[in-house]
């Protein structure tokens, strides 16, 4: 089998893979419902009546406020996940009619709407903030914002795609993604309290005669799924809070760290409250609440130790704004030493007079 088969089956493995995860998010998430559902359904109808009367319900405080807790923890959940799913992540929007773009285009293009030059390293600033280009969706991108090949667009300060939401975490959606995750770490950890007496302890109390075969089988499944979701979830949102602290994405992370940008702020609390919002309470940004980000998630502010980067960025886009400009200077001077090819549409420039330039 040659190496360009290889490469086509490879590629159209990704694609179907591309095609099958789009497809299977509304089953993902509903799936995620569905089990979150069922340890809520089986907590308030089982797992919480069964412990209040092992306790005795020695005080009615303290059964109001176990109540008024899991009512909070189950809103917050629901609150968070459905706000992550309907909002959407960002997507670069620019003026078209705006003068920066006329020079974007003046660069990308030449003369040909099909004629794309130097792609990969196509840089302009806009607002002080230099945007690049992409060659999937043919447009120009900010900082931190990336293709996704699944939604098959760019996403504002894009942190992964996720089949449990079924679509991107960007710039306007990372806060309840987090905060979602934060809330069913936390609420499974609640469950667990509850349902592990009933299962390990209580002289055998789940076997008596007041729980059927169903409400067993209920909770059973219910301390499983919590646990399952206690180790996979305490993990994945644990990372998403070191991230968060150090002013990372997911992609970001990904990259060798002498190339990392740093974005982090002069502390854990700064980057904490970037992303979570700052309120008049420490817990404020912690709270089930419509929430827009501040900033319009195109310019972020590099650490000081890393201005560099932004330095680098803006001398590398004006070598090649002054670069294009000198090459259509040569080609005018020197027209009548270049030869076209009318059947390729191809220039082949007179390097040598380029070069003396």
């Known amino acids: 089998m040659s190496k360009f088969n290889i490469r086509g089956i490879v590629k ?23 089990l979150i559902s069922l340890i809520a359904f089986t907590y308030f109808t089982i797992i919480f009546p069964a412990t209040t009367s092992l306790s005795g319900l020695f005080s009615i405080f303290n059964f109001f406020c176990d109540l008024s807790i899991s009512l909070f923890l189950t809103y917050g959940i629901y609150f968070n996940y459905i706000k992550a799913i309907i909002t ?33 390293s196509e840089t302009i600033i806009i607002d002080n903030v230099t945007w690049s280009y992409c060659k999937k969706c043919s447009k120009s991108k900010p900082p931190r914002c990336h293709h996704c090949s699944v939604c098959d667009r ?20 990372y806060r309840y993604f987090f905060l979602f995750l934060s809330y069913l770490w936390v609420s499974v950890c609640y469950v667990l309290t509850h349902s592990l007496p009933l299962l390990f302890g209580g002289g055998g109390y789940l076997y008596s005669k007041r729980f059927t075969e169903i409400d067993r089988l209920l909770v059973i499944i219910s301390s499983i799924g919590s646990f399952i979701t206690f180790v996979a979830v305490g993990s994945f949102g644990g990372f998403h809070a070191y991230l968060i602290g150090s002013g990372q994405t997911s992609i970001e992370n990904l990259y060798p760290p002498k190339k990392r940008p740093n974005y982090s702020l002069s502390s854990i609390k700064d980057n904490f409250e970037i992303v979570l919002g700052k309120g008049e309470y420490w817990f404020s940004g912690l709270l089930p609440l419509n929430y827009v980000p501040s900033g319009n998630g195109c ?11 932004k330095n680098e960025n803006e001398n590398r886009n004006k070598n090649e704004i002054k670069g294009s400009d000198d090459d259509e200077n040569s080609n005018c001077k020197n ?3 270049d030869s076209i090819s009318e059947n390729d549409n191809l220039i082949s420039y007179d390097t040598d007079n380029i070069n003396s330039k």
């Open 88 to 120: 959407k992540p960002g997507y670069p929007h620019l003026n078209e009619t705006s003068s920066s773009i006329n020079v974007l285009y003046s660069l990308v293009y030449n003369n040909n709407d099909n004629d794309i030059i130097n792609k990969e």
């Open 12 to 34: 159209r493995c990704d694609d179907y893979g591309k095609l099958l995860n789009r497809f299977c998010g509304p089953i993902f998430v509903g799936f995620a419902t569905s």
């Open 299 to 309: 310019d972020f502010k590099l650490n000081p130790s890393q201005n560099h980067f």
């Open 335 to 337: 027209g009548d030493k």
């Open 154 to 173: 760019c996403i504002l300060k894009m942190d992964h795609h996720c089949p449990w939401i079924g679509g991107c975490v960007g710039f306007y959606n």
